[in-house]
């Protein structure tokens, strides 16, 4: 596909389930970002991935979440044990290695629902 | 963690109007800026990027502003049109591209 693809677009869940969501970036694309956004803030960083390595995690808030991205390509972000205050939209971003920008290319994003 | 922009105020202008939004920033070792557009029901897109050794950069129709001794960004679109209503937030690097942080954006409303 042309750009970031992002599934599933919503989710709804229960407090307490364990949720996935998946990011495809643009091919070719080895840095992968989540970040996170609450309604009316901006998007808050999560992970970074260069490859198939975390090069940065440190914005996930706690050991609940975690995010593999283990050929290079799709990432996949985990919650386990889902919380109310996890509800937000979560954005998946890639960007070529090499670059003369910071531009970051977002997908539509999943948006969570914890009940 | 960093402290950029404001809580999500609205501007509302006339089509054709000049448009500004500002943005403060908190971190001084910041080297790197960029705006993005935020439509409804879709991710960021970028619009303009600024480095901390420039104060100004202009694009296509909209003017980036950078002051490094009050921490101020600013975003000038010209003739606003209908299609630039959108949240749009700033962003701030100080890790090579590695790490954003973002604003809480700036809601345009523009008025045929």
């Known amino acids: 596909g042309a750009g970031v693809s992002q599934t599933p677009s919503n989710k709804v869940t229960e407090k307490g389930k364990y949720v996935e969501l998946r990011c495809d970036p643009i091919s070719g694309h080895t840095a992968l970002y989540w970040y996170r956004q609450s309604l009316g803030q901006g998007p808050e960083f999560l992970i970074y991935?260069?490859?198939?390595?975390?090069?940065?995690d440190s914005g996930l808030p706690n050991d609940r979440f975690f995010a593999v991205r283990p050929e290079g390509s799709v990432s996949t972000l985990k919650i386990q044990r889902t919380e109310r205050g996890d509800s937000a939209v979560y954005l998946c971003?890639?960007?070529?290695?090499?670059?003369?920008?910071?531009?970051?290319?977002f997908g539509e994003g999943s948006r969570l629902t914890v009940l | 963690g960093e402290s950029v922009g404001l809580h999500l105020p609205t501007l509302s202008v006339q089509e054709g109007d000049n448009s500004i939004i500002n943005c403060a920033y908190s971190?001084?070792?910041?080297?790197?800026f960029i705006w993005y557009k935020q439509e409804s029901g879709k991710g960021p897109q970028f619009i303009i990027d600024i480095r901390s050794n420039m104060d100004k950069r202009q694009g296509q129709r909209v003017t980036v502003l950078l002051n490094k001794t009050v921490k101020h960004l600013s975003l000038q679109i010209a003739a606003t049109q209908p299609g630039d209503s959108a949240v749009y937030f700033c962003?701030?690097?100080?890790?090579?591209?590695?790490?954003?942080?973002f604003g809480s954006g700036t809601k345009l409303n523009v008025k045929p």
């Open positions: 962003a701030e690097n100080v890790d090579n591209f590695n790490k954003f942080y």
């Open positions: 971190n001084s070792a910041s080297d790197y």
């Open positions: 971003a890639s960007s070529p290695s090499s670059r003369a920008t910071g531009e970051l290319f």
């Open positions: 991935f260069q490859g198939t390595g975390a090069a940065d």
